[in-house]
């Protein structure tokens, strides 16, 4: 049976508000420009029947001419001699690494195009995240440094090492520190650069601090076991798992890696062994993780101390005080005790974790792990992640010494304090007190732009390097491309500026690896270049006993709490897409949408619908938000149902000063962050005044929308055991007795697609790895709120909650626009189905879409006249119109179109020109050289060889292309899964793309 929820895409679509029936109404926002078109021709505005059919009679129309008229001559110049490693019109790849994850880069006639993980890697089987999808663009980012600078004068490089050496060698005579500032640094040759440097120079300390701390887990860990670690947590061991406010599915630690974990005990494979993880997640606002939960409980950040301390009593039956402070919130009272309940009951399987980076916190939640039997199960300290190893208190130090004017030069690589720093003008001030001020920034961003030396830093596809981000595995970075502009390694620089014998990085890297790495992983050198990766064994995770007094930081987290219950409080997150805000200058990431809120290119205040309510404030309204610290920033309201009511919810990463052409969006809330017990968190609270001004968000989510139809299926664990067709809908349904398109004949292959709703987290790395594999162009944000972003493919964001039934969290019954916290979220990529029977081909009176003898309906870009009748009737409204030549207009210029990103374009796909429909091809270039490749080697294909841009991008496997013709094959096997569904297949388009059924672990009323 189908499940009896209501979903729904947003506030306005529930409410059915007039403004948005008025849009969906007018599906095409905007008329086409005729009369324009026509003046253009010499023709009055009031124009006669017979000039009107005059101008109408070179084609379909002078719209379809002014579609013609964007394709620009550009002049080829062959090779005089062509390099031995490159043919024309063949793909090269090279391993690298990215963030310590290995990955295979896709290069063509010499530039980088595409990035993939490795599939040789060790633990990166599939899939990759979203940052890394787009990082390409970074390579040919115009906003870039062209050269050093010294004194805000370009120079050579010679001059800048003579001036920096200079005055090193006075510093080293007088005395005075020398600071070298980074991001955690990951690489070990780096490392050992470093080391090298500060041999040179005795004087000098290495100082690491993160935009986005994690010393409040480290210091947490070395009070409890005296390891200063970042544990690996072990999400696929974990039966029951209980969060506090850690976006471990997203930007907490490693969230691709623990997605592919998490989903491994969620999955097809997983459910037919009967087999599912519990997860409950206690959080302020709606994160990708929060809406992957089996039960959700909000709560402010004032609460989640007393839950943790709640959490405690319950697992282990004591009485610390601070319980207490949870007496206001009913819900998370009762799911304390369920949650504690069963984690006992999987002791030893199960796993809590917590995103606060409190040290009092985090070491409470240690206490309560350890008396689960976690450690050496579900919490590995012994093979630990290396990331993220800044510490907060260091970094305050570090300042204060520059004040005192101690400091003689400072070094700063891959960290932005200016910007990220919570109390920035602190670091300001007391850097404009140092002589010698270096950045290796490769832009003049807001810390660089402070500085007298900028020693720009090459884009990791044109540099040498190494990283290792889990203990015992080692990732190689090799160049794909000589440097664009006139950079230099950062390291390079150091090994000139620190008279270092071994003036190669190149044979830096390669020496020390042959030393310290290579023997231990037996591999040599030439084998490392093609494997990219070297791993010298896990160590056994042993088991770590909790022995930390528990009263004293329980009395710490009681009074934090208090400190935080008053006015508004305020909640810091990460976005999925601008992270610490180091990317704002990428186009893809700007306009991905965010997973929940479905908001591109900006920040905002997201606030519970009814608490708006209470305030008086609508959606859109611009607030004024005033921290206790002073800080104050106006952002526009979202109302987010699910978020804790009370509080406010904001994304840092944006309001960047300085980031390049694009990226200054949105507002800067680092400075609401606080700082207690040496360690920064994200917590704060607030007054909020309302200006009177409106600003409308750029947002997709109820851009295409089906009217109400039934899209999504969903079930419960226990019903799904009992029945595995349950909420698929199978057993409701006609028959079909009469089709009106002619039985499509499958020559050869059958291309479908299956997707398991289980798997998708909502991440949105299929968008960006669609939007660089097809050339798909940005549009910007004006463009976006217009409805004409040109997304392939979307990740529809559904929220339900069972309406007249009781809720599985409240014992009360759910009022339609009363309560929004115990809101649900299933996330549905949705794409062309490429249907067999596809209403778009009727309607083409061009017959530009038209379907292929292996299933796939295809589109003749050159024959298209942009009637837009295909889009008009299009059921599941995929299809994308190009109102402009996105990537050949002026109005443009700030995304994609400049002679250096337009280096990004796959060559093996066309660029859409103005007027003409596109739409998702299943990667058919992508089909073609597979099949090519498999005829050139006279071997049929093998399943799974062809992988789509989006499937490969996905880190949980959640969707599988491949032949429905070969029984055998991946996709075959998932489609004849009991889950799988087809979207809207009562109107009997007989989609190629099949849905597997979301199941939730939940406890059913």
């Known amino acids: 049976m189908k499940s009896n929820k209501k979903y729904w895409k947003g506030l306005e679509e529930l409410k059915s508000s007039s403004d948005f029936v008025e849009k969906n109404k007018n599906e095409f926002a905007e008329e086409i420009p005729l009369e324009d078109v026509l003046s253009e021709g010499g023709l009055n505005s009031v124009t006669p029947r017979r000039d009107f059919l005059k101008a109408l009679g070179f084609g379909l129309g002078a719209v379809s001419l002014a579609a013609c008229q964007t394709a620009p001559i550009r002049k080829s110049i062959p090779y005089l001699i062509k390099p031995e490693e490159i043919t024309p019109g063949v793909a090269n790849y090279y391993v690298s690494s990215f963030h310590g994850q290995s990955i295979l880069v896709k290069t063509r006639e010499g530039r980088p195009i595409k990035i993939e993980a490795n599939p040789a890697g060790l633990f990166e089987n599939t899939g990759t995240d979203a940052v890394?999808?787009?990082?390409?663009?970074?390579?040919?980012?115009?906003?870039?440094?062209?050269g050093p600078v010294l004194n805000k004068a370009e120079v050579t490089w010679d001059n800048m090492d003579l001036y920096v050496k200079g005055e090193l060698n006075k510093l080293q005579a007088s005395g005075k520190k020398i600071r070298l500032v980074s991001a955690t640094v990951t690489s070990p040759s780096t490392k050992a650069v470093i080391a090298d440097f500060i041999t040179q120079f005795p004087n000098t300390m290495h100082v690491q601090v993160d935009a986005v701390s994690y010393s409040?887990?480290?210091q947490a860990n070395a009070a409890s076991f005296g390891k200063a670690v970042l544990p690996r947590y072990r999400f696929d061991r974990a039966d029951v798992i209980v969060s506090v406010a850690a976006d471990f599915l997203g930007t907490w630690i490693a969230g691709e890696e623990y997605s592919r974990q998490y989903v491994g005990n969620r999955n097809s494979k997983s459910l037919k062994k009967g087999k599912m993880s519990r997860h409950i997640q206690f959080e302020t606002g709606m994160s990708m993780t929060g809406t992957n939960a089996d039960s959700r409980i909000p709560v402010k950040p004032s609460e989640q101390g007393p839950a943790i301390i709640a959490l405690y009593n319950e697992v282990t039956g004591s009485t610390l005080s601070g319980a207490e402070g949870l007496s206001a919130n009913a819900v998370a009272n009762t799911a304390i005790k369920l949650a504690a309940k069963e984690l006992v009951q999987a002791r030893g399987r199960a796993l809590v974790v917590c995103g606060s980076n409190d040290v009092s916190m985090q070491t409470l939640v240690n206490a309560i792990n350890s008396s689960l039997g976690s450690y050496g199960t579900t919490i590995d300290l012994d093979n630990p992640h290396l990331n993220y190893a800044g510490n907060d208190a260091v970094f305050a130090s570090f300042i204060s010494e520059m004040n005192r004017g101690e400091v003689g030069a400072v070094f700063l690589l891959n960290t932005n304090p200016a910007y990220s720093y919570f109390n920035a003008r602190a670091f300001t001030d007391a850097l404009s007190k140092v002589p010698l001020r270096v950045s290796f920034s490769d832009r003049e961003d807001e810390t660089a732009s402070l500085c007298n030396v900028l020693a720009p830093n090459?884009?990791?596809?044109?540099?040498?390097?190494d990283e290792s981000a889990v203990d015992g595995y080692y990732t190689v970075v090799q160049p794909t491309i000589n440097p664009v502009f006139n950079t230099r390694q950062?390291?390079?620089?150091?090994?000139?500026?620190?008279?270092?014998?071994?003036?190669n990085y190149y044979q830096y890297v390669k020496s020390y690896w042959e030393k310290n790495i290579l023997p231990t992983a037996g591999k040599s050198w030439k084998q490392l270049l093609q494997t990219g990766f070297a791993y010298t064994g896990e160590k056994p995770a042993g088991t770590y006993v909790f022995s930390a007094s528990l009263p004293a930081i329980a009395q710490t987290i009681v009074t934090q709490s208090k400190t935080l219950a008053k006015d508004i409080e305020i909640h810091l997150y990460q976005s999925m897409s601008m992270r610490d805000g180091r990317y704002a200058n990428n186009a893809f990431l700007q306009e991905l949408p965010d997973p929940v809120s479905k908001v591109t290119w900006d920040n905002y205040a997201a606030v519970a619908p009814k608490y708006a309510e209470e305030q008086g404030w609508s959606e859109f309204d611009k607030i004024e938000i005033k921290g206790a610290n002073g800080h104050s920033i106006t952002l526009p309201v979202l109302l987010q149902p699910g978020q804790a009511r009370g509080t406010i919810s904001i994304a840092v990463g944006y309001g960047r000063e300085k980031p390049g052409q694009i990226g200054k969006v949105g507002?800067?809330?680092?400075?609401?962050?606080t700082s207690t017990n040496g360690s920064i968190r994200f917590f704060n609270t607030a007054t909020v005044t309302k200006t009177g001004e409106k600003y409308e968000l750029a947002q997709t989510q109820t851009h295409h929308s089906y009217e109400g139809r039934d899209i999504v299926r969903e079930t419960s664990f226990a019903s799904y055991v009992k029945d595995p067709h349950s909420g698929t809908g199978k057993h409701a349904g006609g028959h079909h007795e009469y089709d009106l398109w002619p039985e499509h004949k499958k020559i050869g292959h059958n291309w479908v697609m299956a997707i398991d709703l289980n798997a998708c987290t909502g991440c949105g790395a299929c968008i960006v790895a669609c939007n660089v594999e097809n050339n798909i162009p940005v549009v910007g944000r004006d463009e976006v709120r217009n409805r004409r972003e040109m997304h392939w493919l979307r990740i529809d964001r559904y929220y339900s909650f069972k309406e007249g039934e009781k809720s599985v969290t409240e014992e009360k019954e759910i009022e339609k626009l009363e309560n929004m916290d115990d809101i649900s979220?299933?996330?549905?990529?949705?794409?062309?189905?490429?249907?067999?029977h596809a209403p778009c081909e009727t309607v083409c009176p061009v017959i530009a879409t038209m379907h292929s003898s292996d299933g796939l309906n295809h589109m003749a870009y050159n024959r298209c006249v942009g009637t837009r009748y295909c889009a008009n009737n299009c059921p599941y409204k995929v299809r994308r119109f190009n109102w402009f030549n996105y990537w050949n207009d002026s109005r443009f210029d700030n995304y994609l179109n400049n002679e250096f990103t337009q280096l990004l374009l796959n060559p093996d796909v066309t660029t859409r020109s103005r007027g003409v429909m596109e739409k998702c091809s299943m990667c058919i270039q992508r089909i073609q050289a597979g099949r090519l490749k498999a005829k050139l080697e006279k071997r049929p294909l093998v399943d799974g060889e062809i992988q789509m841009a989006?499937?490969?991008?996905?880190?949980?496997?959640?969707?599988?292309?491949?032949?429905?013709?070969?029984?055998?094959?991946?996709?075959?096997?998932?489609?004849r899964n009991e889950r799988t569904y087809y979207v809207l297949e009562e109107i009997n388009t007989q989609p190629g793309v099949g849905y597997q059924t979301k199941v939730r672990n939940v406890v059913e009323a």
Request: charged content about 15%.
């Open 132 to 146: 890394t999808q787009a990082a390409v663009l970074d390579l040919y980012d115009v906003s870039k440094l062209k």
């Open 216 to 218: 409040g887990v480290l």
């Open 458 to 465: 090459s884009n990791f596809l044109e540099s040498w390097g």
């Open 490 to 503: 950062a390291e390079q620089s150091l090994l000139a500026w620190s008279s270092n014998s071994q003036k």
């Open 667 to 673: 507002e800067n809330a680092y400075p609401f962050a």
């Open 825 to 836: 979220v299933v996330h549905q990529p949705m794409l062309c189905q490429h249907c067999d």
């Open 950 to 975: 989006c499937q490969q991008a996905c880190s949980a496997n959640a969707i599988i292309f491949g032949d429905l013709n070969d029984p055998n094959s991946a996709v075959s096997n998932e489609l």
